[in-house]
Nanobody, 124 residues
């Protein structure tokens, strides 16, 4: 099992910055990819950024160049792992609930874990 807890959401003005954190605990050594998704009002949840266990990153076109995903392994035995999403040059269209996701690849598919979400509102 993996537990995910997001933090860092809030209200920010257009052009501003915000950093989201996702603290992962549990069987984190088995996680292959950690990602941030977002769901804007009335829209489907979409991938924002992802980072693999070897540090490879991937971004949606809408945030490329403005957002940065990174991860820290805090303890030597990988018992705790935090993923960050640094968001800059924020736009009103970035307003959404942001979700942390952890994925573990299995032989016949994958297992995903989700956080509870954190609200980001970009408004003057």
């Amino acid at each position: 099992q993996v537990q995910l807890v997001e933090s860092g959401g809030g209200l920010v003005q257009p052009g501003g910055s915000l950093r989201l954190s996702c603290a992962a605990s549990g069987s984190i050594s088995s996680i292959d990819v950690m990602s941030w998704y977002r769901r804007a009002p009335g829209k489907q949840r979409k991938l924002v950024a992802a980072i693999t266990s070897d540090g490879t990153t991937n971004y949606s076109d809408s945030v490329k160049g403005r957002f940065t995903i990174s991860r820290d392994t805090i303890s030597r035995d990988n018992a705790r792992n935090t993923v960050y999403l640094q968001m800059g040059s924020l736009k009103p269209e970035d307003t959404a609930v942001y979700y942390c996701n952890a994925e573990r690849y299995e032989r016949d598919g994958s297992i995903e874990y989700w956080g509870q979400g954190t609200q980001v509102t970009v408004s003057a």
